[in-house]
């Protein structure tokens, strides 16, 4: 079985202040991890993605997240928050052996001005 | 990126009734779309697993009978809340494993494509 903890209801952040949003996994065998970003009454945007190679993974709207195999986690940083960048985060885990994902319960990150 | 389109955005409807909603790969293939289930500030649920030419794949605890699930062609899935109740109002979100562009069968490198959701609200 595959899993994925957020522990984090709610992050608040300044503006211009760096922010981190945690996640850890647990799966079986190597995992596939994603961060997606959704806004309110949308779908959901893909931010990152790590699937193999260097353990930090840039992404969309200079989002980066850092994959730690020896702590199972993903979190997901941004070196100076936006108030744009307000909105619901979720980190996701696929086995490399499934199709399924599985999400995080989600971080609402809320950035002040 | 690939991109995945729902239809409706959000509908209204009377306890009793059914609705359909329909989820589209636009500028590729998908065999397989899965439909979530979304409640208010809550993580998305995955339904079932929608898969062209077989029977979709129900998670446990949905009931197959009340979101029957018809995978038309390599483009679209439709998901039909029948006899829908106030308990079924929420957001569904479809999306699609793909690459855009590409007609193959999804590796597993490939990402989903989340549709923009469908919110249903039953009265």
């Known amino acids: 079985a595959q899993s994925v903890a957020q522990p984090e209801d709610q992050v608040n952040v300044a503006e211009g202040n760096p922010l981190t949003v945690k996640c850890t996994y647990s799966v079986s065998g190597n995992p596939y991890l994603f961060w997606y970003v959704q806004y309110p009454n949308r779908g959901l945007q893909f931010l990152l993605k790590?699937?193999?190679?260097?353990?930090l993974v840039k992404g969309s709207y200079g989002f980066e997240a850092e994959f730690n195999k020896s702590q199972t986690s993903f979190h997901l940083k941004k070196p100076s928050a936006l108030v744009s960048d307000s909105a619901l985060y979720f980190c996701a885990v696929r086995d490399r052996g499934y199709s399924t994902l599985t999400f995080g319960k989600g971080t609402m990150l809320l950035v002040s001005p | 990126g690939a991109v995945v389109s729902q239809h409706p955005s959000w509908v209204i409807c009377k306890s009793g009734t059914s609705v359909k909603i329909e989820c589209r790969s636009l500028?590729?293939?998908?065999?397989?779309m899965f439909w979530y289930r979304q409640f208010p500030k809550q993580s998305l649920m995955l339904m079932a697993t929608?898969?062209?030419?077989?029977?979709?794949?129900?998670e446990q605890g949905v009931e197959k009978d009340k979101f029957l699930i018809n995978h038309a062609s390599l483009t679209l899935s439709t998901l039909t809340v029948t006899s829908a109740h106030p308990e079924d109002s929420s957001f569904y979100i479809c999306?699609?494993?793909?690459?855009?562009?590409?007609?193959?069968?999804?590796?597993?490198?490939?990402?989903?494509?989340f549709g923009p959701g469908t919110r249903l609200t039953v009265l």
């Open positions: 790590y699937i193999t190679g260097d353990n």
């Open positions: 999306s699609a494993p793909g690459l855009a562009g590409s007609t193959r069968t999804p590796t597993s490198y490939n990402e989903q494509f």
């Open positions: 929608s898969n062209e030419g077989s029977k979709a794949t129900y």
């Open positions: 500028d590729f293939q998908a065999t397989t």
